[in-house]
């Protein structure tokens, strides 16, 4: 399995980027330490991971504590090992979304003016709302995830377009 793993953390200077190594990792705690390492002193760490153009996982630190993770999808659990270790441990039910929301609905019919099919296979798990007070809502993330058509890193791109990063980011790409 392939991935790309993408820490973005926000300092008194603004948002700076590194590409992230995961090779090695033990645990999600392992991944959060090694998060914690590209910003010492970052008020805000994030880490975008996506996997076979088909996962995608946000990781967030706030001042280095109260790890929060986001998945697109639990069956990346078991699809690998990476997986399993990022999202194994969390619940199928979203956090973030009250009783009342529900995602996105799904559309089947072939009229450009509705929004694409939702992947019906598609189980996000984790908290949804990771990304609330950054300007993207659990409505918002969950739409971009289900989106047809749009790959995991077409979701980030979205994601660090609104916080301000996207260039940053799309430089480690091309590395």
């Known amino acids: 399995m392939s991935y790309f793993a993408a820490a973005v953390v926000r300092e008194k200077g603004g948002w700076t980027a590194a590409e ?8 999600v705690d392992d991944v959060a330490e090694r998060l914690r390492d590209v910003g010492p002193d970052a008020d805000l760490s994030l880490l975008f991971v996506e996997a076979d153009d088909t996962y995608l996982v946000i990781l967030r630190l706030d001042e280095g504590e109260d790890l929060r993770v986001f998945g ?3 069956a990346f659990a078991e699809e690998s090992r990476l997986g399993a270790l990022l999202v194994g441990d969390l619940k199928t039910s979203i956090a973030g979304l009250d009783d009342a929301e529900e ?8 009229d450009d003016n509705e929004q694409p099919a939702v992947d019906p296979e598609a189980d996000p798990v984790g ?10 809502s659990a409505q918002q993330l969950l739409a971009l995830c289900a989106h047809e058509g ?3 890193a077409d ?3 979205e994601v660090c377009q609104v916080l301000g990063c996207v260039d940053d980011v799309e430089e480690l790409r091309e590395v």
Do not use: H, K, N, Y
């Open 20 to 27: 992230l190594s995961l090779r090695g990792v033990a645990d």
């Open 72 to 74: 697109s999808d639990s």
């Open 103 to 110: 995602p996105p609905p799904a559309t089947t019919s072939g």
């Open 127 to 136: 908290e949804a709302d990771i990304l609330a007070d950054l300007g993207i």
């Open 150 to 152: 749009l790959m995991p």
């Open 155 to 157: 979701v980030t791109a």
